[in-house]
T-cell receptor, first 112, second 112 residues
């Protein structure tokens, strides 16, 4: 079955630290890839997406992600996190028009 | 303003008392979907709809019904709620071929 794995369930960082959140998916065909963010008490918002082309995509708020097809990965990165980045982050994979599969999420806490 | 609107945002009910969570989008999107979010499980798709009068089951449809009589509305119906349906519910819509989902603010449901 198709699935999305986020290996880090909880991450705690200090401000200015670098961030990398892992995301791996199991599907051999063409995929569209997404990272969504959910700030406390809010709905999910799109951070960035990959459909095709340059595998390094840049999103909002200084986030970027790299699609590595050979590793079935789409890791999220940010060079220097801020307290306001405290949120839950979801990786999602679209393997067809009808279905967007989400990972279990990673809770990020950034301490001042 | 483009948005997905859900109501109610919060609801506490008792086992067996039918309830409906409404969802409306103003972006003329054809595709709409319902998800439930549970800790450690991410978002799981309940039902989705490709267009008016076209609905299909997602990963966790048991205990839920939906209807799509108009393009903008996609209500979620719990005919006989049970405690295991206590969850945070999100409605989402998507324009054709973009793959990006737009989420509502969420509806937190507690079934006693």
């Amino acid at each position: 079955a198709q699935s999305v794995s986020q290996h880090n369930h909880h991450v705690i960082l200090s401000e200015a630290a670098s961030l990398e959140l892992g995301c791996n998916y199991s599907y051999g065909g063409t995929v569209n890839l997404f990272w969504y963010v959910q700030y406390p008490g809010q709905h999910l918002q799109l951070l960035l997406k990959y459909f095709s082309g340059d595998p390094l995509v840049k999103g909002i708020k200084g986030f970027e992600a790299e699609f590595i097809k050979s590793k079935f990965s789409f890791n999220l990165r940010k060079p220097s996190v801020q307290w306001s980045d405290t949120a839950e982050y979801f990786c999602a994979v679209n393997t067809g028009y009808n279905k967007l599969i989400f990972g279990a999420g990673t809770r990020l806490a950034v301490h001042p | 303003e483009a948005q997905v609107t859900q109501n109610p945002r919060y609801l506490i009910t008792v086992t067996g008392k039918k309830l409906t969570v409404t969802c409306s989008q103003n972006m003329n999107h054809e595709y709409m979907s319902w998800y439930r979010q549970d800790p450690g499980l991410g978002l799981r798709q309940i039902y989705y709809s490709m267009n008016v009068e076209v609905t299909d089951k997602g990963d966790v449809p048991e205990g839920y019904k939906v209807s799509r009589k108009e393009k903008r509305n996609f209500p979620l119906i719990l005919e006989s709620p049970s405690p295991n349906q206590t969850s945070l519910y999100f409605c989402a819509s998507r324009g054709s071929n973009t793959g990006e989902l737009f989420f509502g603010e969420g509806s937190r449901l507690t079934v006693l």
